[in-house]
């Protein structure tokens, strides 16, 4: 039987729809598992560094936090903010998504421990805060792409923006 140009056309067509399904697989398995990463090395205290000062330390003892030496982790809500959603465009996506306790939104706060932040006039008192850019996204991502065997440089490129965007 001769293969007419509908008939490879058709099969590029469900060829195509089944690698569409195992890319999108392969990204949500990949986004769960950059998301645990994250949740598990801020819970355990070893993924971001530096380690908070003396003064935020105590700051958050006096306002009972069970952790209070842990950077991100106060109430635990920054961290259980990311999800992993679905992309209408397809793909999926790893954010922080609702509101802080303080009335940012996760994503905003995801930012500034990603990136680090200065204020210069915190508490309306005219004081002067640095907060150190921690990395808590890229070292998750770095750290789950070692555990997967993905040590190429630019396949971690492509999956932190892939994650951040």
């Known amino acids: ?30 986004a769960n598992g950059a998301k645990k990463e994250i949740q598990d090395g801020l819970k355990s205290m070893n993924l971001v560094t530096p380690p908070l000062k003396s ?6 003892a006096r306002k009972g936090y069970s952790q209070p030496s842990a950077p991100l982790l106060a109430t635990q809500q920054l961290s259980l903010s990311l999800t992993v959603r679905k992309l209408p465009s397809g793909g999926y996506r790893l954010a922080p998504h609702g509101q802080h306790a303080g009335g940012i939104s996760n994503q905003a706060l995801f930012q500034i421990h990603e990136y680090g932040a200065k204020i210069t006039d915190g508490f309306g008192k ?10 808590p996204f890229r070292a998750g991502v770095n750290r789950y792409n070692r555990k997967i065997g993905n040590d190429k440089p630019r396949l971690t490129r492509q999956m932190k923006e892939a994650l951040t965007r």
Do not use: E, N, V, Y
């Open 1 to 30: 039987m001769k293969t007419t140009l509908p008939d490879i056309i058709q099969r590029l067509d469900k060829f195509g729809g089944k690698l569409r399904i195992m890319s999108d697989a392969s990204a949500r398995k990949h």
């Open 126 to 135: 005219g004081i002067s805060i640095t907060i150190p850019a921690r990395f």
């Open 55 to 60: 003064r935020t330390i105590r700051a958050k």
